[in-house]
């Protein structure tokens, strides 16, 4: 995976390196992880069709996590695989919603996992990539915005997939629509963690790469609202309670999950595998 | 009276007539055709099988999912866990048609794999706990489902035969992933190198029982003699497994890996392998859940199944 292509160009990046590579690592983070998160449900979903289904948009995840990744080597020089594998917790830019566990135990002893906060966490998540998709589509880095094409092509399905469960599970009413509200209270409390476009926000938006976290997050409302007024469904206020993992804070379930992602790699990260 | 009870019998001897002349000539029985009970009951047992083991297959495999050691192999290993997924969903499929008459459904087949009534394959009752155990599988153990599942591709139950054909077409593509992870350990490190040795080390057993004991004389029953007098199979556990060593034996020493059984040789004459046996005892343990990983693996999908339970209710509320 060694890059060959992905030259940036000067005119495009050069006045603000670090607010690229920022917004690259973000994004790339964002989907690595949370694919992680997809692969451990592997054979513990409610139904053998979600299964399949779920494992396919993780799959779709993860590529675009390689995509973001290998867009990376070109501006930092350093393998994907590599950036994927070996940069150490500090380093991590993903939100930290995405990195907590999907529920008590391991993905192979005991794991009761949780299906309403991953319905939830997904759903929330692959809408706000959808609202930053669109304004990457329309950035300034043009390697970026052909990804972001790329990307969007595929999220139409991953937004109806999860919308569908998001929706069946709440109108269910009785137990399922109580874990659902916990599940959307559990979210919401680090959702603005995935809004947030870090320490160089600020230089990302007047370098054209992306819209402001502001202007992303009211479009999330404005596509969300009309489907939680619909199902009912009082939204809590967002917040970033468990930290700001743009800035590099993470917590001990990212320090597990890298732990065993890069297990096999660690026995020798410069062997072909 | 006693005449219509008579001529009734009558009747369902021309339909088994009927039916045997149908698989003879090479016709295809279909869900709602006519059938007789055993020819049921066996396909019934057959697939739910092979269903299921396509679902605990997943399990080992599972492990290496989140630990595969670069991009491409990750993405690669959750395709092929994923595929293994859909194998079992489509086999499921096919008996729940066939157990309909018996008003029997996936819950009914559920609770028999966890009250130990429906076996899973023994293969999938063993550890898996290196890298090279996820390259083993897909280059092995896949490889050995070719071979038996190509067995049955004209098998004389249409669902079943055409569920085989996109199954594998698709087991074709987990042997070439399987066997590029032990291609790229193969050409790599010494550590990487022993890793496979390892593995085949490991699985050696576990592959020589995975077509089966080659006659009830070794554990007491047999199925394939019901299977290929019913057109679903045509060859025996033996040939199978005598395929399997073709194949792979010579792929096994050009990798420069060494076999197991240091025993082994082809016999020219009676043109076959000449190989110790496994402990057949070893395997009734295994295929009772009495195997190394056997309890482990049904835990999780119970756990997965007690776990998401309400999920189950609250859809069948919004669907009624
Ligand atoms: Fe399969
Ligand atoms: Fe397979």
């Given at each position: 995976m060694t890059n060959t292509t992905n030259e940036i160009n000067p005119s495009d990046s050069k006045n603000s390196p670090n607010a690229l590579h920022e917004l690259l690592f973000q994004l790339a983070d964002d989907d690595f992880i949370l694919a992680y998160r997809g692969s451990e449900w592997l054979g513990l979903a409610p139904f053998i069709e979600e299964d399949v289904a779920f494992s396919s948009i993780s799959q779709d995840t993860m590529g675009h996590a390689t995509m973001f990744y290998?867009?990376?080597?070109?501006?930092?020089?350093i393998n994907a695989n590599d950036l994927a594998h070996s940069r150490p917790l500090t380093e991590r830019r993903n939100a930290i919603l995405l990195e907590k566990v999907n529920g008590p135990g391991h993905y192979l002893v005991e794991p009761r996992y949780d299906w309403a906060f991953?319905?939830?966490?997904?759903y929330f998540y692959v809408t706000a990539k959808k609202v930053k998709m669109d304004a990457l589509k329309k950035g300034s880095y043009k390697p970026l915005a052909e990804a972001a094409v790329k990307v969007n092509l595929e999220l139409y399905y991953h937004i109806l997939h999860w919308k569908t469960w998001f929706t069946q599970l709440l109108k269910a009413g009785g137990e399922a629509r109580t874990r659902m509200i916990a599940a959307i209270e559990k979210v919401a409390e680090d959702m603005d963690g995935v809004f947030n476009l870090g320490l160089c926000e600020k230089e990302m938006v007047e370098s054209g790469f992306i819209e402001s976290e502001h202007s992303l997050k009211q479009q999330w409302l404005r596509l969300m609202n009309p489907i939680l007024d619909e199902l009912k469904v009082t939204l809590p206020p967002f917040a970033m309670k468990s930290g700001n993992g743009r800035a590099g804070e993470h917590t001990k379930d990212l320090?597990?999950?890298?732990?065993?992602?890069?297990?096999?790699?660690?026995?020798?990260p410069s062997a072909i595998w | 009276m006693n005449e219509k009870v008579s001529s009734q019998q009558i009747t369902d001897d021309g339909q088994y007539q009927r039916f045997i002349e149908r698989i003879q000539a090479g016709e295809k029985i279909e869900a709602d055709d006519w059938m007789p009970e055993e020819y049921r009951k066996t396909l019934i047992k057959l697939i739910s099988m092979h269903g299921i083991s396509e679902i605990m297959g997943a399990l080992p495999e599972k492990e290496w999912v989140p630990k595969a050691p670069t991009l491409r192999r990750k993405l690669g290993?959750?395709?092929k866990v994923q595929d293994e997924m859909g194998h079992g969903q489509l086999l499921l499929r096919v008996a729940e048609d066939l157990m309909k008459p018996y008003g029997k459904n996936r819950e009914n087949i559920m609770e028999d794999l966890f009250s130990g009534d429906l076996k899973f394959h023994n293969v999938f009752h063993m550890e898996a706990p290196t890298w090279g155990d996820a390259g083993?599988?897909?280059?092995?153990v896949d490889g050995a489902a070719i071979i038996s599942q190509t067995n049955m591709l004209d098998a004389s139950y249409g669902p079943y035969a055409r569920a085989l054909?996109?199954?594998c077409a698709e087991e074709v593509f987990h042997a070439q992933h399987g066997e590029s992870i032990i291609m790229a350990l193969a050409e790599g490190t010494p550590e990487q190198r022993a890793m496979?040795?390892?593995?085949?080390?490991?699985?050696?057993?576990a592959l020589l029982m995975f077509f089966g004991p080659s006659d009830a004389s070794t554990t007491g029953t047999?199925?394939?003699?019901?299977?290929?007098?019913?057109?679903?199979?045509?060859?025996?556990?033996?040939?199978?497994?005598?395929?399997?060593?073709?194949?792979?034996?010579?792929?096994?020493?050009?990798?420069?890996?060494?076999?197991?059984?240091?025993?082994?040789?082809?016999?020219?004459?009676?043109?076959?392998?000449?190989?110790?046996?496994?402990?057949?005892s070893q395997f009734k343990e295994i295929i009772k859940n009495n195997g190394p990983k056997s309890k482990d693996r049904l835990r999780l999908r119970k756990i997965s199944y007690e776990t998401n339970e309400w999920v189950r209710d609250a859809l069948s509320k919004e669907i009624s």
């Open positions: 290998q867009l990376l080597e070109g501006v930092v020089a991953t319905v939830v966490r997904n320090e597990d999950a890298l732990s065993t992602l890069k297990e096999v790699y660690e026995l020798d | 290993i959750m395709a083993l599988i897909g280059w092995l054909k996109r199954i496979i040795q390892d593995s085949i080390n490991r699985w050696w057993d047999s199925k394939q003699d019901i299977t290929i007098k019913y057109g679903i199979r045509t060859k025996t556990n033996e040939e199978l497994r005598q395929d399997f060593f073709t194949k792979y034996i010579p792929r096994m020493l050009s990798l420069g890996l060494k076999l197991p059984d240091d025993t082994m040789y082809f016999d020219t004459d009676q043109q076959k392998w000449i190989y110790q046996q496994p402990d057949w």
